[in-house]
Each structure stands twice: as C-alpha cells, then as structure tokens.
C-alpha cells in the first residue's frame, strides 16, 4: 500500500495531471482506503511540492502544475468520500478574493489553489470584490475564514473595511479573518484586528489550517 | 567609472554610444508619485494621461528638474491586453492612451532644451501567463505589445523599457513585439527574488538564462527592476555583470510599503538608496533608477552621487 501512496505522491511532484488521475481511478476500482489515499498519497506530495518552492528549487509553473494534479485526483475522490460520509479530510471552507479597486490576484489565485489542493473547500470570488460581497459569500457558503488579499497600500484599508463591517453586523467572531499581500506584515494584521496573515500560499495553507482546523 | 560629457540627443539617438559616454539616470516611482498627487483606488494609472494631464506633465517636470536623463511614460499597464483587464482600463482605447502618454513625456522635455533629455516609452507585463499557469498565448501578447510600442513610437517615445517582467518567455514576446513596431532601441528589465539559491524570477528563469536569451533577441540593454530594495540589488548587479557584457540597468524599490497614520511610506531613505545606488554603479552598471517608492528626492540623491562618483 506504501507503495501505492508514493506513486500519488510523486505524481503530483511531478505535477503530472494524467497520472494523478490514473492513480485516483485506480483507487476507486481497487477499493482503496480513499481518505488514507489523498492524506498519505497525493496531500503529501502538494505538502512536498510546497515545501521544494520554499527552498527556491520549484517556481511557479511547478507549484501551479503540482496543484492542478491534486484537484484532479480530488475531483474524483471527493465524491466517493461524501458518499461514505467519511468524515475527516474536508478541513473547512474559505472564501477569497482581492479587495475593490485592487485588480492584482495572481497571488491570491495562487493561494486559492493551494488551499484547494490542501484540502479546503474555496470560494474565489476573483478580484475588485466589494466588503459585502466577502461579508454575502461568507454567509452564503458557510465558510470557516475570509480571506482578503490587497496589493496597494491604498486598498488595503477595504481589509480594515472588512472587519469592521464584520463588528458592525456583530458576527466578528463567526468567522476567522486573514490577510495577504505585499504591503500586509503581521503588524497590519494586529492593526486591524485580522486573526492571521502569511507572507505566500505555502504559508498561507499552514496558517488557515493552523486556525480553523488547529493543524 | 565613466566620465560625464555632454552628449547632444537627437531623434535617431544611439543609445550605445550614449551608454559608453555616460552613466545614465533615469526617473523613479510613477505609481507612487501619482497617489500622491491624489489617484483614487478605483482608479488606473493611465486613466490620467486624459483626466490629469496637468499633474501628469508636473510629475515629469519634477523628475527631470531632480536630474534624470530619462523620464518613463506613465503607460506600464496599457498594453492591450492589460487594459481590457479592468473595467477602468477597457474604457480606454490603447492606441490613444500610448500615444497621448508618449506626448505628454515628449511635451515636457521642451522646457528643457538646454539639457539632453530621452523618453522611454514604458511597456509591463499583461498580468497574464502562458500555459501551465494561465491560458495566454504567445502570439497575443506580441501582438498586445506591438500595438502598444508601435503608438509610444509616434506619442514621440526614444525608445522602449520593458519593465518588471517576471517570465522571460513574456519579455521575450515584448521585445519582438517592440522590434516589429519601430527601430528604436528597446530595453528590457526582468524582476527578480533573492531564493537561498540566488536570483530567479517568479517563472524560475536565472540571470544567465535571461542575459543569453536577451542577447539572443537582440535586447539593446538589459536589467533588473522592482521587487528588490537597494542593497539587495547590488549583489543582483555583481552577478549579472559576470554574466553578460551588455548594458545593465538596474532600478531598485526603496524597501517595503509601510503604512503608518493612513499614509505610504518606504523602509528606504534616499540617502541610503543613493549609497547603494552608487555601490551598483561601481558593479558595473549603465544606467540607474529607481521603482516603488522613490520620488524625485531619490533621484536628486542619485544624481549628487553620481556627480561625486564622476569626479
């Protein structure tokens, strides 16, 4: 079964789509323990791949394939494991998008593909996204964590804005709240009142596990 | 280091010779000058080549009057395909908005005709990617930035800067868009993060990869821009200059955004920026500037510096 698990593993290293999904398949006509499949098998791999980006051996074009393979097999797994109601992998619900007046988000795409391919339901609600709009989605999914991600000391403040609506509506602590983007620190997060920020999507995957799942 | 002379500019220019004369001095910060004069967040740079003209124009005045030879077109994100990202942007027509802002820059080197002043007419990236990451295709993007570099061209542009790119294979595309659309000299800066392995782009691609492929491509300078602060930029400079006997230029950030009370500020001084600047002229740089966050203080420091470094 080892044997198993490192073939998904290294699938999605090497950012194959075609194999992680050969081996997902597999998986389902064979009978394979499903949930020991995506956390010991393809999770490991994008845990893997995440890592390889962190030392500056992946780039882009790896970490964006590596993850592409990991929806892949998810999209056939996923099912299967609803229909057994297997409790245990889905980790919690996000909704993301880049703040209004802010139209950078290959950065927050990238993050939402990570949390996606970490095993977190998402909600990309794109970019230029009004306060309410992340407030509606918020409520409308169900989501565990917003997250907002602004590329400009000017639109940053719609992170604030996003917050303090949040009080306003007297649901601040329904949700955990985190930011991103190259003028955020953690400092703008204290300032703000945000529970959390992370400087990339690697680091953004351990940060929203580490506060709605306590990973 | 170079000796200052006095070289007169003319519409057919030679910017290698100019290069082998001079260390030249280029503007800084578009972006952060144009928020200070009041640019709103739902709006777009270039939305002020129409609406703002008059602060436009003071921003090149201010640069030019701080000591760059080169002052940059405030077109960074008008390329085609960029514009049509936004709703702000799609409301503006390419070919008029690189026009008009080439004539802008062109308009206020006329109060300057004691001084040998260029216009670069400045092209960024789409926002886009190729395959695997996004779904752009090679031949748009030349065609986006042809069209763009063909309207710098008669807005009065001296030449092209291809700036901030962070995929060789785009810079590529911009570089033969730009050589399709004019003769002019075209100029190319990628972005580069410092990894525990050394300088890559976002894409991966390396120093050495970016210098033969330019060269390749027929690059009349070549550079680093953005991402980096000053004195992570010195080392940049040290080894691309082993890299390539090219023209370099390198324009640095000056350090990270902060915000503090509501308001922009840099972790850079502009005397700190300036030291480093000079430490990348003695790297073996061409041409110098700046990026985010440097104003035309930053470039009055520069120029100070220069001079020092001349005598």
Redesign the interface.
């Known amino acids: 079964m080892m044997q198993f698990y490192e073939k998904c593993r290294k699938a999605v290293i090497e ?1 194959d789509s075609d194999l992680a999904l050969k081996l997902a398949t597999e998986a389902i006509d064979k009978n394979k323990p499903v949930l020991d499949v995506i956390e010991k098998g393809f999770v490991k791999g994008i845990e893997e791949v995440g890592r390889l980006w962190e ?8 970490l ?2 590596g993850a ?1 393979a990991v929806k892949k097999a998810l999209s056939l797994l996923n099912p299967i494991l609803s229909d057994q109601q297997t409790k245990g992998f889905e980790k919690g619900k996000v909704v993301i998008g880049t703040v ?4 950078h988000d ?1 950065g927050k795409t990238l993050v939402a593909t990570m949390l996606s391919a970490s095993g977190f339901e998402v909600y990309d609600l794109g970019y ?1 996204v009004g306060v309410d709009s992340f407030i509606e989605g918020a409520d409308k999914w169900g989501v565990n964590c917003i997250a907002s991600s602004a590329l ?6 719609k992170q604030r804005g996003i917050i303090e609506k949040l009080k306003e509506q007297g649901i601040r602590n329904k949700y955990t709240v985190i930011v991103g983007g ?2 955020c ?1 953690r400092k ?1 997060a204290d300032e703000i009142g945000a529970d959390g920020y992370a400087k990339d999507a690697v680091s953004a995957v351990a940060l929203v596990g580490k506060l709605i799942s306590g990973d | 280091m170079k000796k200052a002379t006095r070289v007169r500019v003319n519409m057919n220019f030679d910017l290698k010779k100019l290069l082998d004369e001079k260390i030249l001095l280029f503007d800084g910060g578009m972006g952060t000058m144009l ?1 200070g004069a009041g ?4 709006e777009i740079p270039e939305s002020w080549i129409y609406s703002r003209r008059e602060e436009l124009f003071d921003i090149h005045i201010k640069y030019i009057e701080a000591g760059a030879d080169v002052i940059q077109t405030n077109t960074f994100g008008a390329s085609g395909i960029k514009l049509s ?3 702000a942007g799609a409301m503006l027509d390419p070919e008029e908005t690189n026009r008009r802002g080439a004539a802008i820059a062109r308009g206020a080197l006329e109060r300057f005709k004691d001084r040998d002043l260029l216009v670069a007419g400045d092209i960024g990236p789409t ?1 886009r ?1 190729f395959p ?2 996004g779904n752009l295709r090679e031949d748009d993007a030349r065609n986006s930035f042809m069209q763009q570099a063909r309207a710098l061209d008669q807005g009065g542009a001296d030449f092209f800067l291809i700036e901030t790119m962070s995929d060789l294979r785009e810079a590529v595309e911009a570089l033969r868009g730009a050589k399709e659309a004019s003769e002019k000299p075209v100029v190319v800066e990628l972005t580069f993060d410092k ?4 300088y ?5 691609n390396t120093l050495r990869e970016a210098a033969e492929t330019l060269e390749r491509e027929g690059a009349d300078m070549i550079g680093a821009n953005c991402t980096l602060s000053s004195n992570s930029m010195i080392g940049l400079a040290r080894e691309l200059r082993a890299q390539t006997d090219m023209p370099l230029l390198f324009q640095p950030n000056a350090g ?4 503090t009370d ?1 308001k ?1 500020h840099y972790t850079q001084s502009p005397e700190d920026f300036a030291e480093d600047i000079g430490k990348i002229a003695r790297e073996g740089a061409d041409a110098v500037g700046g990026c985010c966050g440097t104003t035309p203080e930053f470039i009055r420091m520069i120029r100070e510096k220069l001079e020092e470094l001349e005598k």
């Open positions: 950012g030392d500056g051996t992946f780039f882009l074009p790896e964006v394939m592409e209004e007046g802010d139209i290959i230029d400009l000391t000017t639109t940053m403040q190259a003028p620190s703008w | 928020i640019l709103r967040e739902n990202s936004s709703r926002g990617f695997p990451v990894k525990p392995k050394g890559f782009t976002l894409m991966g990270q955004p902060v915000l509501g922009t």
